[in-house]
């Protein structure tokens, strides 16, 4: 089992920076591919960004590349997402997952695992 937890979500005008947290816990979470998805109320949920176990290496949807930072801190088992450059667009509520796959899913069926969520708005 796998429990998470977002923290860091807000409101913030456009162009400005947050930071989420996703702190994992349960005994296997260290070895579980990390994904951060979004979603708006009456639309699917939707991949922003995935890292790896090891923190190795990461995927992007193209919305954000070059703005969103995800990053894994693997001593306090905590996963990051570090937006900046927000836009109106960006306003979702932010959820972590986690999956057991190696192959770096980009589709929230392959994760068992989730989050609250965090809400995040960018006003303009």
């Known amino acids: 089992q796998v429990q998470l937890e977002e923290f860091g979500g807000g409101l913030v005008q456009a162009g400005g920076s947050l930071r989420l947290s996703c702190e994992a816990s349960?005994?296997?979470?260290?070895?579980?591919?990390i994904a951060w998805f979004r979603q708006v109320p009456g639309k699917e949920r939707a991949f922003v960004a995935g890292?790896?176990?090891?923190?190795?290496?990461?995927d992007y949807a193209d919305s954000v590349k070059g703005r969103f930072t995800i990053s894994r801190d693997k001593v306090m088992n905590i996963v990051y997402l570090q937006l900046n450059g927000l836009k109106p667009e960006d306003s979702a509520r932010y959820y972590c997952?986690?999956?057991?796959?190696?192959?770096?899913?980009?589709?929230?069926?392959?994760?068992?695992?989730w989050g609250q969520g965090t809400q995040v708005t960018v006003s303009s």
């Open positions: 997952a986690a999956s057991a796959r190696s192959d770096r899913p980009k589709d929230k069926a392959s994760y068992p695992y």
């Open positions: 349960g005994r296997a979470s260290p070895y579980y591919h």
């Open positions: 890292i790896t176990y090891n923190g190795g290496d990461t």
